[in-house]
């Protein structure tokens, strides 16, 4: 085995183990795309093990410093032999022609984790979100389309908006009790009665996370148009990893209040229905 092919399955196994939503996904496209989607995601995990874990606000800083410093690097034809991520990365990079500047975003997103604990506005949260997970839709694009247009791009953008504003959900009551943050707009809080720790009378949380779930789903609704642009394999793989998405968004809807009980998530058998039925060609 090559020194490449190495590195893409040392991306792979990570993907398997850390994404499992996105690898029901991803393993649905050709074998160059899938190592490229899964050295991609390698990379993304890498940064948020940084932004999560328990060391000091300055020690993670330095660390994400260290990240932009090695993205440059690559962009400059340097890289670490003994990095499998990152020599993954650069094939991906210099075979799909990826934007690296959305890599730095992704590290700009993991900073602002590091220096902001709460957001004030929608504006502001979608800003976030454009740095984490729009980014990642924008990468993801390269990979899937060989010339896309600025218009896919945008789409791209989107529906990466829309799976992050699931994952808030999801993690409102992790978020908040392990990393100390609360993503949801201080302004919905106010509308909604609820104190800024996202506690209020039960009623009202329930209205406020119906509220979230019906925005995600105006960015879900026009993020699926970027189906229109994508050849069937890619198509199918976005159609599975939103899918899963987009059915924990359904569920979080049926029970608004079980976000604060537990982590709302998918069985195996689920996400096979949905990867599945992502193959028929039907828009989840």
Not at 13 to 42: H, Q, V
Not at 47 to 58: F, M, Y
Not at 276 to 283: E, N
Request: aromatic content about 8%; proline content about 4%; hydrophobic content about 40%.
């Amino acid at each position: 085995m090559t020194d490449i092919q190495n590195a893409y399955q040392h991306c792979e196994t990570i993907t398997k183990e850390e994404a499992r939503n996105f690898y029901y996904g991803i393993r649905l496209l050709t074998p160059d795309k899938r190592n490229a989607m899964s050295a991609l995601y390698a990379f993304a995990r890498r940064v948020d093990d940084v932004g999560d874990s328990a060391e000091p606000r300055e020690n993670k800083l330095i660390q994400l410093k260290s990240l932009r410093s090695q993205v440059e690097a690559m962009e400059n034809g340097s890289v670490p032999q003994d990095d499998l991520v990152l020599l993954a990365l650069a094939d991906a990079v210099k075979n799909f022609n990826i934007p690296t500047g959305a890599l730095d975003e992704i590290v700009s997103g993991c900073e602002q984790d590091c220096n902001k604990t709460e957001y004030a506005t929608i504006a502001e949260l979608i800003q976030y979100c454009q740095y984490v997970a729009g980014s990642v839709g924008r990468l993801s694009l390269a990979v899937f389309s060989p010339d896309p247009s600025e218009k896919a791009f945008e789409l791209a953008n989107t529906l990466g908006l829309a799976l992050q504003l699931t994952n808030i959900l999801r993690d409102i009551v992790e978020d908040r009790d392990q990393m100390n943050r609360v993503y949801l707009p201080l302004e919905d809080l106010d509308r909604f009665g609820i104190k800024s720790d996202v506690t209020g009378p039960l009623d009202k949380l329930a209205e406020l996370i119906r509220f979230e779930v019906n925005r995600a789903r105006e960015y879900y609704a026009v993020g699926f148009l970027l189906l229109d642009h994508l050849d069937f394999r890619s198509g199918a793989c976005v159609r599975a990893m939103a899918g899963i998405y987009l059915k924990i968004l359904n569920k979080i809807d049926r029970d608004p209040l079980s976000v604060f009980e537990k982590r709302t998530s998918l069985s195996a058998s689920e996400k096979i229905w949905v990867a599945a039925k992502s193959l028929t060609g039907v828009r989840p």
